[in-house]
């Protein structure tokens, strides 16, 4: 079974600084989805970014972007110029592309602190 | 367009009572999901079905049922509910290879 862990339960960044979210997991697949998600205190989960596994070029969304190491299994996300609207919850997740209903298996998220 | 909807937003319920959770979504997508979230576990699935008609279990079923009578809908049901079933009920939903979209969520205490 997959897994993936944030062993990061709280991160603080200052505003306009860079932040780096750590997310590894663990899979026996070789193809599959990774994600990060936003959860602000709305609720609301948000898409940040995604990347598939067969690529390795890093996925890059505006001020995000992520370090993808296929061989040591992870997927952290770099926030360049921190805003405060950043503060959030924000949670890696895995997906395989195998027949299991494209379920998300979620990592325990990481609470994104942002100091003006 | 509204995306995924859940209703209700909020519940307190007492122990033993049953309800019903309701998802809608009007993006005619094939696959629906229940996740239930609790403070520092992230969120964990507990239904999904991949079509009109179609449930299966996720990570964490027992104590609920769902069904999907139609394709925009997926409701889940506490029978009897426990005060372990308190949580934040997210619904999502997706179509084919692209990203699941969520619901605001439920907040359902149990007391």
């Known amino acids: 079974a997959q897994t993936v862990t944030q062993s990061q339960p709280e991160m603080s960044v200052q505003e306009a600084e860079t932040v780096t979210l750590s997310c590894t997991y663990d899979?026996?697949?070789?193809?599959?989805?990774l994600f990060w998600y936003k959860q602000p205190p709305s609720r609301q989960m948000i898409l940040v970014i995604r990347?598939?596994?067969?690529?390795?070029q890093n996925a890059t969304e505006n001020r995000f972007s992520v370090n993808f190491q296929k061989a040591a299994k992870s997927f952290s996300l770099k926030i360049s110029d921190s805003q405060l609207g950043d503060a959030a919850m924000y949670f890696c997740?895995?997906?395989?592309?195998?027949?299991?209903?494209?379920?998300?298996?979620f990592g325990q998220g990481t609470e994104l602190s942002v100091k003006p | 367009n509204a995306g995924v909807t859940q209703t209700p937003k909020f519940r307190v319920l007492k122990t033993g009572q049953s309800m019903t959770l309701l998802c809608a979504q009007d993006?005619?997508?094939?696959?629906m999901y229940w996740y239930r979230q609790d403070p520092g576990m992230g969120l964990r699935l507990i239904h999904y079905?991949?079509?009109?008609?179609?449930?299966a279990k996720g990570e964490v079923p027992d104590g609920y049922n769902v069904s999907r009578l139609k394709k925009q809908n997926f409701l889940l049901g506490l029978e009897s509910a426990a005060p372990s079933q308190t949580s934040v009920y997210f619904c999502?939903?997706?179509?084919?290879?692209?990203?699941?979209?969520f619901g605001p969520g439920t907040r359902l205490t149990v007391t």
């Open positions: 079905s991949v079509g009109e008609g179609t449930t």
């Open positions: 999502a939903s997706r179509q084919s290879d692209y990203e699941q979209y």
């Open positions: 993006m005619n997508h094939e696959y």
């Open positions: 899979t026996s697949e070789s193809d599959y989805y």
């Open positions: 990347q598939e596994a067969y690529k390795q």
């Open positions: 997740a895995y997906r395989t592309v195998y027949n299991q209903g494209g379920k998300l298996i």
